[in-house]
């Protein structure tokens, strides 16, 4: 038989739709990540409930990032408003309370930042290797939990580590 025609492309909208399905499925199996930039003090003033996990495993030897992370950690305690609750954990294999949101409440507001200061000075690192993962679900209960049921301010979680995440 003698072809006459070329062949050209029928149903051109039908196959701009499943280029588009291809390319919406190839864009959800490469997860894309979207940076966004995060206030760092959305509403001044507003109390917050803060848990700062300092990582104390065996990487936290290396040069000076023991002291790069304890300055870390009393910066945040200065900053701490009077309304603010913070509590301090360690983490390595297992979570420990070094000061919790029970004993940053019963202590004076002057002398807050101080104990927690004093606490993270008899911290150092372990051993240990890194259970992040275990930290974070702690450190999220704890937040939810608290003995104030008109507490509305913000929970926030402060890590400190040498993991890096880009």
Known sequence: PRLTRRSRLEHLLLLLLRCLVLCLLAFGFARPFFKQDIPTNPVSGAAKRIAVLVDTSASMRRANLWAAARDKAEAIFRKASPADQVALFTFDRQMNPWMTFEQWNATPVGDRAALARGRLADISPGWAGTHLDQALIRAADLLAET????????????????????
Do not use: C, T
Not at 149 to 161: E, K, M, T, Y
């Open 147 to 166: 003995d104030d049921p008109s507490f509305a301010g913000s929970r926030q979680i402060v890590l400190i580590s040498d993991a890096r995440w880009e």
